[in-house]
T-cell receptor, first 113, second 113 residues
């Protein structure tokens, strides 16, 4: 069965510190993987996507993620956190495309001064 | 473009009442998705349409839920009768093709008393 697991429902970092949000997946077919961000009272916005072209994917707002097949992981990182990064982040798995997305439970990122 | 538009943004109703949520996708997008977000179950795909035709409604929780897309610029999600456990944020999203990202609307927060 296909699934997405996000480790850590809450992550707190200091401004300027490294951000690392973890995502592991299970898929019987080559996966499409996504990271979305949700700011309070807003819809989800795509940060980046992996579609097998390159294992290191760069997204918006300085975020990037690395696909590691051996570890079935797609962790999201940002070298230096900014206060505006505080939001909820969702990892998602596409089943044969972008349509039937399976979302992880989400990780709420807090950034403190 | 105005993005995906949803109305109302907030809905409070009493158990047993009919609820209708509305969505206007981005012009030119062929795919439309309805999601539900709750604390307990996270973000779930309810149904999606391609060219106004329902393709997969396996996520619709029960017969009380129905969705229609009478034309390319309008879709509704109806709950009749509503129950307190339907309280959630309902998102509509649209995309240009099977391999384009989904753009999310701001959501409708539904509270059933």
């Amino acid at each position: 069965a296909q699934s997405v697991t996000q480790l850590g429902s809450h992550v707190s970092v200091s401004e300027g510190a490294l951000v690392l949000l973890r995502c592991n997946y299970s898929s019987s077919v080559p996966p499409y993987l996504f990271w979305y961000v949700q700011y309070p009272n807003q819809g989800l916005q795509l940060l980046l996507k992996y579609t097998s072209a390159a294992t290191l994917v760069k997204g918006i707002n300085g975020f990037e993620a690395e696909f590691k097949k051996s570890e079935t992981s797609f962790h999201l990182t940002k070298p230096s956190a900014h206060m505006s990064d505080a939001a909820e982040y969702f990892c998602a798995l596409g089943n044969g495309g972008y349509n039937k997305l399976i979302f992880g439970a989400g990780t709420r990122l807090a950034v403190h001064p | 473009d105005a993005g995906v538009i949803q109305s109302p943004r907030h809905e409070v109703t009493e158990m047993g009442q009919e609820v209708t949520l509305r969505c206007k996708p981005i012009s030119g997008h062929d795919y439309l998705f309805w999601y539900r977000q709750t604390m307990m179950r996270g973000l779930e795909l309810l149904i999606y349409f391609n060219n106004n035709v329902p393709i997969d409604d396996s996520g619709m929780p029960e017969d009380r839920f129905s969705a229609k897309m009478p034309n390319a610029s309008f879709s509704t999600l109806k709950i009749q009768p509503s129950e307190p456990r339907d309280s959630a944020v309902y998102f509509c999203a649209s995309s240009g093709s099977s391999y384009n990202e989904q753009f999310f609307g701001p959501g409708t927060r539904l509270t059933v008393l």
